[in-house]
């Protein structure tokens, strides 16, 4: 994981492993840090929820490598799902048998539709690697008391 000393940038940032492990990983990062930060544990969930949805879709997707992101906004915490790929996600209305093809419209709902995609965005832990962001907000109950940190830890 990588902590940044400019937080009100960035709180961390974690390279994600290349495979299907990624979400679950990602899961457990983002419930983590987020249960580390105070939130509520209803919005816990939620972004745990959320997460494993884009980290789901990047992998199958996108391309590699894959990062997750936590970022402050005014009211918000912005998750963020970065992968090494060009195209935009799209959401799709899928049939009562079909397997996949929810997971945008889930991060759509849960998030009251604050939520996006964005392009040309650095991959905070790998120098000059840019990708996709595809990324979503929860609001911020309570004040949140952000450390700062620098440096890499594991």
């Known amino acids: 994981m990588t902590l940044v000393r400019e937080w009100s940038a960035i709180i961390a940032a974690w390279p994600l492993r290349e495979d299907a492990r990624a979400a679950a990983q990602a899961r457990q990062l983002i419930r983590g840090a987020l249960t ?6 209803d ?22 490598p ?20 060009t195209i935009n996600p799209v959401m799709r209305v899928a049939g009562p ?7 945008l419209a889930i991060v759509c709902e849960v998030s009251g539709a604050r939520c996006g995609c ?8 790998r120098d000059g690697v840019y990708g996709k962001s595809v990324w979503f907000a929860i609001p911020r109950r309570g004040q949140i008391a952000v450390p700062c940190f620098s440096g890499d830890s594991s």
């Open 66 to 85: 894959f990062e997750l992101v936590l970022r402050p906004e005014q009211d918000e915490l912005h998750v963020e799902v970065l992968d090494g790929g």
């Open 97 to 103: 048998e079909e397997e996949h093809g929810r997971g």
């Open 118 to 125: 964005r392009h040309d965005v650095p991959f905070p832990t």
């Open 36 to 41: 580390a930060l105070g939130l509520q544990s």
């Open 43 to 64: 919005l816990v969930d939620d972004a745990v929820l959320m997460v494993s949805e884009l980290v789901g879709n990047a992998v199958l997707y996108g391309d590699a």
